[in-house]
């Protein structure tokens, strides 16, 4: 009973500051995957177009470094880069940059997705499309992507509550997200156990919300 009654009373005393830097979390979330999902379709796209001319091959090649930087660099790394070597000295919004840099980084791991399941769609689906007289990019675009997006909502899925989870770092460059507020409260309160449980309990209920969400896209939206 002691510990539900003192992790009530951080939340109602904290609960102001507590929902702004849950806002902070959400908007890097939930914007950087939408960013990333953006930036995924298209270098799926350009990775598995067929065509072997030279401006496609310019574009795969520079879809594959963007994704093996990206992927292959911790996401702190790149956060901390991009906000003290790069934007933070231009002045951009700490959240700004987090954002963005969220955003980049899942779209490397976006685009990995997509592209398997591109691949996964039987060859024949756009060898229709293309006999009905569709180009390449319509084909794509209207027989290929749904059901490449269908098959990719599970690990889609899976991206974004990781993308939810890695937010904790976004502290790093002076953003207020939900971990740096329980920091925060921690060093007002000295009270290290208590605030952290909340912590701990918050990124659940994030998470299995997440999760109900993902199964009704499965069973309903993309059945």
Not at 204 to 216: E, N
Request: one cysteine or more.
């Amino acid at each position: 009973m002691w510990g539900r009654k003192n992790m009530w009373t951080v939340l109602t005393e904290n609960i102001g500051a507590l929902w702004a830097a849950l806002q902070n979390t959400l908007i890097i979330a939930f914007v950087g995957f939408a960013m990333g999902l953006a930036i995924g379709t298209v270098l799926a796209v350009i990775k598995t177009n067929p065509s072997k001319g030279v401006m496609a091959r310019v574009f795969k090649t520079l879809a594959w470094a963007y994704i093996l930087v990206l992927r292959g660099t911790p996401i702190v790394v790149q956060l901390l880069i991009v906000f003290f070597a790069a934007l933070g000295p231009l002045g951009v919004d700490a959240l700004v940059v987090a954002v963005l840099v969220f955003g980049l980084n899942s779209g490397a791991h976006c685009a990995e997705i997509l592209r398997g399941a591109i691949l996964g769609i039987d060859k024949g689906q756009m060898e229709a499309g293309r006999a009905l007289g569709l180009s390449n990019f319509t084909a794509m675009r209207k027989i290929v992507l749904p059901q490449a997006y269908k098959n990719a909502v599970p690990a889609l899925g899976n991206e974004m509550i990781a993308l939810l989870k890695a937010t904790s770092i976004a502290g790093f460059i002076t953003v207020v997200d939900i971990t740096r507020g329980t920091q925060l409260i921690v060093a007002r309160t000295f009270d290290v156990v208590t605030p952290y449980l909340l912590l701990a309990l918050i990124y659940l209920v994030l998470v299995y919300i997440l999760t109900l969400v993902i199964k009704f896209f499965e069973k309903v939206v993309f059945r």
